[in-house]
């Protein structure tokens, strides 16, 4: 249906866009933000900003993302259950644009504190739409689509970092004169969701599960899918309803202590932890000084690293391509222990680089192959996990513990890399070898296949595993 691929645009550019675009737009525009740092700092106080406290802000204003990012996931399935889907996703904007603002006017009001305070709330826009996005489209389409649509969340996420690359070249809006434009360029695709998502309903399943609303459920369904005979569809929605038994959406700390949901749990604490912890943002960390070794020029290594964003691109459509056809389950396990593998031999041609001329081909070779079977399995796949292993009542709170997670990891991952790369040079990639082995191990023995299946089938599923391992 042309109305549902309308809703994939609409809810990403405002959603895992966003999230993407801020990992990645500070890069660039760092050492002239720093100097405005530098210079506000003088004009108040007198005196220029020793290192060690220019370092210590600019630190604090990267890890206040992922601050602001946490306190977004841990209140998203609230205000998903309160407000709705559509409406969570529509208020979130204003947030976003109230960021943009302060971003856009920092230098103009001399104040790098408003920097600190838009980054703070670009993190609680994008931990509430990470989740409420990956809910909506999970919740909108049909079974035989699901794994395609919620795909569709690291596709846009893989944009929005390659946009942030793309527009932080000192020929776009990465230079000096113009990275305010740049920190505040959000406020766009806010203004494009903001406008454009009333004419989208709210999901079918919200209104059957949680609203108890047949009808419009039944008209969300013709709206978003095009004219047909979903009976089968809101049979499986009856059937949910009734297994939960008018129950109301549960607490994380329901969840965590229900024990009939704690593979599930444990699922979500796997897949969501080693995420972050797979070694992706120490590739991306690393990729300029294998670069640098190829040969390539040091003032045009940022250009080849936009390279990695474009195949951080194809590889998640590619998996879309797959997901349907291949199962969640495959591509979790090719992922993983491929990724492993790249890892060592990284790790090896590394190590030989200095001895053999050709050896960094062979690193930058590995770099891409480690971005592609991230892209085609756990980016892709990992995302829309807690919306298939979790009936309607346990939902929003899989969701607020699978992006607490990632903003947790994602923090740490920021703090504790450049002391891993500082201290252990190339062998810190054998850590996340060992994080990406072992996940691929927990996968082959408690996880499932989700592929085409309703929640009460995975459900059953989980059960017969565990009960067959015991």
């Not at 040079?425 to 082995?437: A, S, V």
Request: glycine share 10%; net charge positive.
């Amino acid at each position: 249906s042309p109305m549902l691929v309308l809703a994939i645009f609409v809810v990403g550019i405002g959603g895992t866009f966003q999230y993407g675009f801020q990992i990645s737009v500070l890069n660039s525009p760092s050492p002239y933000i720093k100097r405005f740092l530098n210079e506000t700092w003088l004009m108040r106080y007198g005196a220029a900003l020793e290192d060690w406290k220019l370092n210590l802000i600019w630190s604090f204003i990267i890890s206040l993302y992922a601050v602001g990012g946490l306190i977004g996931a841990l209140n998203a399935g609230h205000l998903a259950v309160k407000y709705g889907r559509k409406r969570c996703l529509l208020s979130n904007n204003f947030v976003a644009i109230a960021g943009g603002v302060m971003m856009g006017l920092s230098r103009r009001a001399q104040s790098f504190e408003m920097i600190m305070v838009g980054r703070f709330l670009y993190g609680i826009n994008a931990g509430i739409s990470l989740n409420v996005q990956t809910m909506y489209l999970g919740e909108s389409a049909p079974k035989r689509l699901r794994g395609l649509v919620s795909m569709t969340v690291s596709t846009f996420l893989s944009i929005g970092k390659l946009s942030g690359q793309l527009l932080g070249l000192n020929e776009i809006l990465g230079s000096e004169d113009l990275w305010p434009v740049l920190l505040a360029f959000s406020v766009i695709p806010a203004l494009i969701q903001l406008v454009s998502l009333p004419f989208f309903p709210e999901t079918p399943r919200y209104l059957l599960i949680d609203k108890g609303d047949q009808a419009q459920c039944e008209k969300a369904l013709q709206q978003l899918w095009g004219k047909g005979d979903y009976r089968s569809e809101i049979h499986d929605m009856v059937l949910e309803h009734a297994a939960i038994k008018g129950e109301k959406s549960k607490s994380v700390l329901e969840l965590i202590l229900d024990r009939s949901l704690r593979w599930q749990l444990l699922t979500v604490f796997v897949t969501f932890t080693t995420l972050q912890l797979c070694g992706i943002n120490a590739i991306y960390l690393y990729s300029f000084d294998v670069f640098r070794a190829a040969g390539i020029p040091v003032h045009q290594v940022r250009y080849v690293a936009l390279g990695t964003g474009l195949c951080e691109i194809f590889t998640s459509l590619f998996c879309g391509l797959l997901i349907e056809s291949t199962g969640r389950r495959v591509l979790l396990l090719r992922g993983y222990w491929c990724m492993a593998l790249v890892l060592g031999l990284l790790t090896v041609t590394i190590f030989l680089q200095d001895q053999i001329i050709w050896m960094s081909y062979c690193s930058m070779a590995l770099i891409f192959a480690f971005i592609f079977f991230f892209g085609s399995g756990p980016a892709g796949v990992t995302a829309p996990l807690p919306g298939e292993m979790f009936n309607q009542a346990f939902r929003p709170a899989a969701f607020v513990i699978g992006g607490s997670l990632n903003w947790v990891g994602l923090f740490i991952i920021g703090m504790i890399v450049p002391i891993l790369v500082d201290n252990l040079d190339y062998l810190c990639f054998i850590i996340f070898l060992g994080f990406c082995f072992f996940s691929g191990v927990y996968v082959w023995f408690y996880f499932p296949e989700t592929k085409g299946k309703t929640v009460l089938e995975i459900t059953e599923d989980f059960q017969k595993m565990h009960l067959k391992t015991k």
